[in-house]
């Protein structure tokens, strides 16, 4: 008989084990390795948001993975978001479906605690889109030469940012998570945390009256590696809460020309190429007839709704555009049975109202759990679902208005690792 149960620290070097195996790129194989990650595991346990969970069999591990009792921002409500981490499976316990009952008991586990959601970061998606989870906004990265970054005066209030400053730089980062749903909470102790694990990390800011406004956290990465000063800025994280701020810092890049060949960035803004008058990569490629290559694109973060119910009752504040329809909707949620089925909702000039029993609707809207999550969290719109297939209404000429109610303004965001 299987049991899934939280990790006694005593019993970590059995989930490493399966880690190691699982992760062979991680090369965390050999003993000194291993110690490494449990060292590591030691000091992250003070951010109580981290819990280590294993499948047993006697005192046997089959498989494990990691939970985070994370909070973000879902349309201004911060609410208790499972975040699911390290899923890894013992190499001969494969295919007894370990990772399908780790990954139903921790969506259970949440659902319980009222979350409305869950959040990972897939080595597949299709793999996670079966159990019911749906594809976030898309990543961009751009590698831009220094000098195509703007420089202004602004420059000045950049300087370094040292382990003094990371109260000021987390505050800088959980006031951007107040403005933007998909954002997560930053902890002081994870902050602290992972400025001490950081090795060749850089941090600069934007300091103006003793606060810091915005911020860049890079490394450098290796150019030609025949060429010693060929070298590369990989940002791993930017804020920035104003024009002037992002000016600030894209100049201090700017002026890193004679040292650095390209900067590397990560972007979720569509628009971010309108910010350089050459936002070409390195490739030189040419699309036809002259579309020149600017950037690449990844999918990554996956959302999961857990409670259907629940995410209308946390938004019955929100204003769906103004939109009046007596909607059913049926989400097919064959994972999570406790989720599957139908919910009429009445919006009343853009407010829902969550109907019981055979309440009327004019139009239904069907769709898989996995649509529904990418849907309500901005990430896709009713449209494209629609045109490709995936959302079916029972009159289309509800499609406009409908369009219109799970419109968002800004697509989401998420800047955590984990
Ligand atoms: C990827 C990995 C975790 C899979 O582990 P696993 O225990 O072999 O996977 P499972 O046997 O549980 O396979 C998933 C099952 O869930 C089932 N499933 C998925 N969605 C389902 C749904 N909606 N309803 C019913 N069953 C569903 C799948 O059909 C599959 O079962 P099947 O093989 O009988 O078709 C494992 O191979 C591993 O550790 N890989 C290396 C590390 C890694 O990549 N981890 C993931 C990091 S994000």
Known sequence: MNKIQEIPFKDIEKFIDIVADAYPGLQISAAEAKKRVKERWRKRRQDKRMSWWGMYRGSEMLGGMIYYDYTMNFFGHKVLTGGAGTVAVSLVHKKEHVARDLMRFFF???????????????????????????LGWKMDQYRLTPAT??????????????????????????RFVDTRTGMIEETQVNRNIRYDLG????????????????YLIFTFARGNPENFVDNHIKIEEMVYESPEVLNGLLSFLHTQADQINRIIVSSNDEYFYHCFDDPRNETGNLMSP????????????????????????????????????????????????????????HFVKGHPQIKTGRAAAEVSLGLDIA????????????????????????????????????AT????VCMTSF
């Open 199 to 214: 090795k060749g990390v850089k941090y600069v800011g934007y300091v103006k009256d003793g606060r810091v406004l915005g």
């Open 149 to 174: 970054l703007p420089r202004t005066k602004a420059r000045k209030h950049v300087r370094h940012l040292g382990k003094a400053d990371m109260k000021a730089l987390n505050d800088c980062y959980n």
């Open 108 to 134: 259970r586990h949440y659902r319980k605690r009222g979350a409305p959601l869950a959040v990972l970061w897939p080595f597949r998606p299709d793999f996670y889109k079966k159990m019911g989870c749906g």
């Open 290 to 345: 002259v579309y020149h290559e600017s950037h690449r694109s990844g999918v990554g973060i996956m959302y999961r709704v857990l409670n259907t119910r629940e995410v209308f009752n946390l938004l019955k504040d929100r204003d769906f555009d103004g939109v009046s329809v007596r909607l059913r909707l049926k989400v097919h949620d064959t994972f999570l049975k406790e989720n599957n089925g139908d919910l009429t909702i």
């Open 371 to 406: 649509d529904f999550s990418s849907l309500i969290m901005g990430a896709v719109d009713l449209r494209s679902l629609y045109n490709y297939g995936r959302a079916e209404l029972s009159k289309a000429t509800y499609l406009e208005p409908l369009n219109q109610l799970f």
């Open 409 to 412: 303004k800004q697509k989401p």
